[in-house]
């Protein structure tokens, strides 16, 4: 199916480390995302991960892809309030010449209590 | 840089009503893609424009049309509008598939269409 499956919902306390999961559907994607969304706001790129990749560290947030299991997880350091925002993750679908399109997950809710 | 801008912010429709929604791409960038978000879902890919045609299109009626213009700039037209249709709209852009940042969409801030 098309559908990528994450977890609806997160709540951590501030400081400690929070872990997104995300299963996705097609062993030819290309690149995977994460993206953040604030209430009221679009999407803001948090970070990506070639397909041929199992790591990746950009500053507080960890992605680990397990391609076999097409698993693809964000961890995010020392997490604090400003971190609260639904977190989504994303597949790039290959497409024909120049096409391409990001299938998304419905969203974890990140919760982040003082 | 302003960045990927949508307008209008905010619209309301009435059911059958039809809407224009106007995206102009980050700078150096020649592709957009428009998705829809319903209410506590993740976006939905509609389609894409690159060198002004429509290059690839998600599961959407024929209701939704759109148009590239040689500027890049893209508009998203919805016809008989449904309750269904209320969500929030995203316009996404990229460098053309093969250049550098190809793999990276930018999003707008999105037009939130409520019909009534």
């Known amino acids: 199916g098309e559908d990528v499956e994450q977890s609806l919902f997160l709540s951590v306390r501030e400081g400690d480390s929070s872990v997104i999961n995300c299963t996705y559907t097609d062993s030819s994607s290309t690149y995977l995302y994460w993206y953040k969304q604030e209430p009221g706001a679009g999407l803001q790129l948090l970070t990506y991960i070639f397909s041929n990749m199992d790591m990746k560290q950009d500053q507080r947030l960890t992605v680990l892809l397990n391609k076999k299991d097409k698993h693809l997880s964000l961890r995010i350091a020392d997490t604090q309030t400003g971190d609260s925002a639904i977190y989504f993750c994303a597949e790039r679908r290959p497409g024909s010449g120049n096409t391409g399109k990001l299938i998304f997950g419905q969203g974890t809710t990140l919760q982040v209590k003082p | 840089d302003a960045g990927v801008t949508q307008s209008p912010t905010h619209l309301i429709k009435t059911r059958g009503q039809q809407v224009t929604l106007r995206c102009s791409p980050k700078?150096?960038?020649?592709?957009v893609s428009w998705y829809q978000q319903a209410l506590g879902q993740g976006p939905q890919f509609i389609f894409q424009?690159?060198?002004?045609?429509?290059?690839q299109r998600g599961n959407f009626p024929d209701r939704f049309s759109g148009h590239q213009f040689p500027n890049y700039s893209s508009e998203l037209n919805v016809n008989a509008l449904l309750l269904g249709d209320s969500a929030l709209y995203l316009c996404?852009?990229?460098?053309?598939?093969?250049?550098?940042?190809?793999?990276?969409?930018?999003f707008g801030a999105g037009s939130r269409l409520t019909v009534l």
């Open positions: 996404a852009s990229s460098p053309g598939w093969g250049r550098s940042g190809a793999n990276v969409l930018t």
């Open positions: 424009y690159y060198e002004e045609e429509e290059r």
């Open positions: 700078s150096g960038h020649d592709t």
